[in-house]
């Protein structure tokens, strides 16, 4: 037991240089991502049947690739050297998590009554005033928990890109394993390091979700 | 008199299905218009064609002298026109002073302190000047709905449209919001009402239109249409009512 401690004291700092690329790039991704989601869900509420077909077509392709063949792809088959690692990886995730995030935003407005439109529309206030004042609002509040959880689902996908070399926490593992042949020590020290972020987060996000709630029952 | 809303043969279709069909009628300024019928006639429909809700397929409606296909600025013609739903669709997000301030503020139709003036006034005419601060979800359906009356006129339409502003309440609040309506055409201003509540269309309204199957089956005044029905249509749903 205080081999197995000290081991996790001794590799600590390595596996947190990991455990900040890990980070920094889930927070570009999922920021990309959003922008990306709401551009999605945009064009699949349009009356633009062509803008709607591209947006549902874009979400069934992405949502029926697992990520780490959507991962080797698009590093080994497409991007190739003509960029950074990191940067690849970001857009690879950010692509991912972007078609599970357009369909949050699309439920959460559509999921507003189609009443609270019509009485906005018919006092006079034109669709963006409609949609900034009275159907985002409450959107929003809806879409609160699934954001989160889309948020820390793809903090943990980010171990997948360690299939295209990035330096995350789980091949600082990995490489790590492979000089001393410590499996069990390692992928658990890396293992807690995801459980204590992921606890940390979900504890925030059920803050920011009681904050979020106005009186409205 | 001054015709306000001025409908000709307008006919509205969804996909295959003609729900409006040849609909002619007037409203005269100060005057209220009740719509009755069976449900499925096109009332509803036609009422949300007014105010460009739905859009028509075929002749014209004219409101307050615009004709509603020419119109460059949709949410000027509607702001004129207020809209009272069935279901009040007050903002859940909003307190009842909010609700009512919220659109003349935005449109910048008021400043914020003529906007809140205005509101406690209106407020105090429909008798909930203390519920200014509540959020919608605390008030009954009956209040709901007279904040929603509420919120029409700080627009200050000149004309107002009610979709079956009574249907979706308990009857026992059914009275408080007729009441308020009733007042409100006793001041003179225009509405045009769909309704079930034949007693309030009997009492209040200038002229009944019977709507059935997408046509304007009848016109008349409440005495005539009530006492002595002219088509066998009429006839029937009024006696279904036990009217007659």
């Known amino acids: ?217 | 008199m001054e015709t306000i809303i001025q409908c000709e043969h307008i006919n509205k279709v969804f996909g295959e299905l003609v729900v409006l069909k040849d609909i002619s009628f007037t409203v005269e300024k100060g005057e209220t218009v009740c719509l009755i019928g069976p449900s499925g006639s096109g009332k509803s429909t036609l009422l949300r064609c007014l105010n460009k809700l739905e859009e028509i397929q075929k002749g014209t409606i004219t409101v307050i002298g615009e004709d509603s296909s020419q119109v460059k600025n949709v949410n000027l013609y509607r702001s004129n026109i207020g809209m009272v739903f069935q279901h009040f669709n007050l903002f859940p997000n909003y307190t009842v002073i909010e609700n009512m301030t919220l659109a003349p503020r935005t449109l910048k139709k008021l400043s914020k302190k003529e906007a809140i003036e205005k509101a406690e006034v209106l407020l105090k005419r429909v008798g909930l000047f203390d519920k200014r601060d509540v959020y919608p979800a605390t008030l009954s359906g009956g209040q709901k709905q007279r904040v929603a009356i509420a919120r029409a006129l700080e627009m200050n339409p000149q004309i107002l449209l009610f979709d079956e502003p009574t249907s979706a309440l308990d009857p026992e609040m059914v009275g408080e919001v007729l009441d308020v309506m009733k007042s409100l055409a006793k001041e003179g201003m225009t509405m045009v009402v769909v309704t079930h509540e034949m007693g309030f269309a009997r009492d209040v309204a200038n002229r009944i239109l019977f709507m059935d199957d997408g046509y304007i089956v009848e016109e008349a005044t409440p005495l005539e249409m009530f006492q002595n029905p002219k088509t066998e249509r009429c006839k029937k749903f009024l006696s279904s009512l036990s009217l007659i």
Request: no cysteine; glycine share 4%.
């Open chain 1, 1 to 217: 037991m205080i081999e197995y401690l000290e081991t996790f004291w001794k590799y600590l700092p390595v596996l947190l240089q990991g455990l900040k690329l890990t980070l920094i790039i889930a927070v570009f991704a999922v920021f990309f991502s959003v922008i990306m989601g709401i551009i999605l869900a945009i064009l699949s509420i349009s009356k633009n049947k062509v803008l709607e077909r591209i947006a549902s077509f874009y979400i069934t392709v992405v949502r029926g690739i697992p990520l780490m063949i959507l991962a080797l792809f698009l590093y080994f088959g497409v991007i190739k050297n003509s960029m950074s690692t990191n940067s690849a990886a970001i857009i690879i995730l950010a692509i991912n998590a972007s078609a599970y995030m357009a369909e949050i935003f699309r439920a959460g407005v559509q999921a507003i009554d189609y009443g609270q439109t019509e009485a906005a529309r018919s006092l006079g206030l034109s669709y963006f005033q409609t949609m900034r004042k009275i159907i985002l609002p409450q959107a929003v509040k809806i879409m609160i928990p699934s954001l989160m959880n889309q948020g820390i689902s793809s903090l943990k996908d980010t171990a997948i890109l360690s299939a295209i070399t990035v330096n995350e926490l789980t091949l600082t593992a990995k490489v790590i394993i492979a000089r001393n042949y410590k499996a069990f020590e390692l992928y658990s020290y890396a293992a807690i390091i995801y459980l204590v972020v992921i606890a940390i987060l979900t504890y925030l996000s059920k803050i920011v979700e009681r904050k979020s709630n106005y009186n409205q029952r």
